[in-house]
């Protein structure tokens, strides 16, 4: 069953959420196993930044009821440390590779969209517009108009299929996809994880995570990815990348009957690493006894 | 480095069956076969979770795998048996210290670097606190099945769970309340010990506050010590980043890809968390 995702063949529909899976520690603790069975049909690399960064302060994770509560804050290696040092191991992997980007402004994601144009290894780009304007302080993708605006200088810069990742904490994630499309995103991915509190077990009015706020992923939250990803595949006409709490076969299918063109995977690879293989096979299963007629 | 104390792991989780449970005071040894898994290295851990019922306990949790040293391993006929040690202290602990023969595990492992053998002419001491046990029991085998010494030393809370020394031969026990063994800190017997010859290198796993007690202790005597730290992970194999070490140059370190064994000198102080 194979997939066209902008002018992508994929082996399957099942690829991996942005963060959620990083190949080149998997591959120090699985060895060759992991590029043999790689679970995904697309890699979609974690959120490089132009500076390296080293992420927010521990405590990172909280478990919640069905769920997950992260501060991770992004860290990387920047821009050269990814062309130089991951880039070379991802491209041994046998996917194509989506690499995600963040800039507080539209200079540094023109930076980084140029860079990775330039290399052959990079499929396509995902633009993680979860980040605060340097300017107003509001997440680029949480504004229809700021978020237009950035695609309008970013989009020039690159002849690679360009995806835009959403984010949840929004009041309209229809009308932000539709400025994505509007400004010439070739699909859009949702939902990032949604803005979440987790407070320190025993010390009243403390948050346990570092930064205080995380973001929540997980089961709890697939219903209202389903809401979102139902939205957004209805106002626009490029395809949409679909993710939030899918563990299996039957979970991925609900995401492609809602309007999804491919579903991503994150926080059940960390209870299961080979969890994209299991959910990809379940999704044939269900495709062979219903007649392919899912979706 | 290529030569780590690190066995890979399968990709992916495997389901595999308890064979064993049995309580050691207030701790649960369970037993499981591993079939298809390799042996792993002494300090490596898996991620565990109960293939029924991970979910719906206290606060509609467990909803992650958790982490566990192995506590021992052994080839057999039927493949590899492993032991790991719990205390049930929130909903991942009591589910799993529930299960018994019949029940099935999801394993994922193992993972991480274990420890690396006592150079320089160095023997090695054991320090271990509660549950911080079980990797040092896996490496006393090790070490002991090569004729070389390994002295262990072990705290607990009180007389309750003073039992788990005997996962381990010969222990010297303290215990925090006096109820079994020497009356205070493990750490107080590291002392003596490194008193009496401090040509060693310092074996420890243990709750933050001990380990980092080792740490300064060794530091102060230039001993070197490698520590098997413990965090909450989220998936065990590098993805979530979550099990970060402030290291002492700086920057952070995933204990689950660089760990759980660190060399003590990298790090400032043994996180709390």
Redesign the interface.
């Known amino acids: 069953m194979t997939v066209a995702f902008c002018g992508l063949r994929l082996a399957h529909p099942i690829v991996n959420g942005s963060g959620t899976f990083d190949a080149i520690a998997a591959r120090r603790a699985f060895g060759d196993g992991l590029v043999e069975q790689f679970p995904f049909a697309a890699f979609v690399s974690k959120t490089i930044t132009l500076e390296p960064r080293v992420g927010n302060p521990p405590p990172r994770l909280y478990e919640t009821p069905a769920g997950l509560i992260n501060s991770i804050g992004l860290p990387n290696k920047g821009l050269r440390g990814y062309l130089d040092t991951d880039l070379p191991e991802l491209a041994r992997l046998p996917v194509p590779l989506i690499t995600n980007v963040m800039g507080s402004t539209a200079e540094d994601l023109c930076t980084l969209v140029e860079a990775l144009d330039d290399r052959d290894e990079v499929d396509a780009l995902e633009l993680n517009v979860s980040c605060p304007n340097v300017r107003t302080g509001l997440d680029i993708g949480a504004d229809p108009v700021e978020l237009a605006a950035v695609l309008r200088e970013v989009r020039p810069r690159t002849g690679k299929p360009l995806i835009v990742k959403l984010t949840p904490n929004t009041a309209d994630v229809g009308a932000a996809a539709q400025a994505a499309e509007d400004a010439g995103a070739d699909a859009v991915s949702l939902i990032n994880t949604l803005r979440a509190y987790a407070p320190h077990p025993e010390r009243a009015g403390v948050p346990w995570l570092g930064n205080a706020t995380g973001g929540l992923s997980g089961p709890a939250i697939r219903a209202v990815a389903l809401a979102q990803v139902r939205e957004v595949a209805a106002r626009v006409a490029i395809p949409v990348v679909g993710m939030g709490g899918v563990q299996s076969g039957v979970h991925a299918a609900r995401m492609l009957e809602v309007g999804a063109t491919l579903v991503a995977v994150g926080t059940e690879s960390f209870r299961d690493p080979a969890a994209g293989t299991r959910i990809s096979r379940e999704l044939d299963d269900l495709f062979a006894k219903s007649g392919d007629n899912i979706g | 480095m290529t030569s780590e104390p690190?066995t890979?792991?399968?990709?992916?989780?495997r389901t595999v069956d308890v064979t064993e449970r049995r309580e050691l005071g207030a701790y649960v040894v369970l037993a499981v076969g591993d079939p298809d898994g390799p042996m792993p290295r002494a300090g490596q851990f898996y991620m565990l979770?109960a293939a029924e019922r991970w979910?719906g306990g206290s606060?509609?949790?467990?909803?992650?795998?958790r982490a566990f040293s192995v506590l021992r391993a052994r080839d057999g006929a039927g493949g590899v048996r492993l032991e790991f040690m719990l205390e049930a202290v929130g909903p991942g602990t009591e589910r799993l210290s529930e299960l018994g023969p019949k029940d099935r595990l999801?394993v994922?492992g193992p993972?991480?670097v274990g420890f690396a053998r006592p150079s320089g002419g160095r023997r090695a001491v054991l320090c271990g606190g509660g549950v911080g046990t079980a990797p040092l029991a896996i490496w006393q085998d090790e070490l002991l099945g090569r004729g070389e010494p390994a002295p262990a030393l072990l705290g607990f809370r009180d007389a309750a769970h003073a039992p788990g020394a005997e996962l381990l031969h010969n222990a010297r026990v303290a215990t925090d309340d006096g109820s079994h063994g020497h009356h205070g800190l493990v750490t107080d017997l590291l002392a003596e010990e490194l008193d009496a010859d401090p040509a060693a290198v310092v074996y420890a796993c243990g709750p933050p506050p001990m380990l980092e007690a080792v740490r300064a202790l060794c530091e102060a005597r230039d001993v070197p010590c490698q520590l098997a730290l413990e965090?909450?992970?989220?998936?065990?194999?590098?993805?979530?980043?979550?099990?970060?070490?402030?290291l002492r140059d700086?920057?952070?370190l995933?204990l689950?890809?660089d760990g759980p064994v660190l060399d003590g000198a990298r790090l400032a102080e043994v996180?709390a968390?």
């Open positions: 690190r890979l792991a399968p990709f992916g989780r979770a979910g606060d509609e949790r467990p909803f992650l795998p999801h994922t993972l991480g965090s909450g992970m989220a998936c065990g194999f590098g993805a979530c980043f979550g099990c970060v070490v402030p700086g920057g952070y995933r689950c890809v996180p968390h």
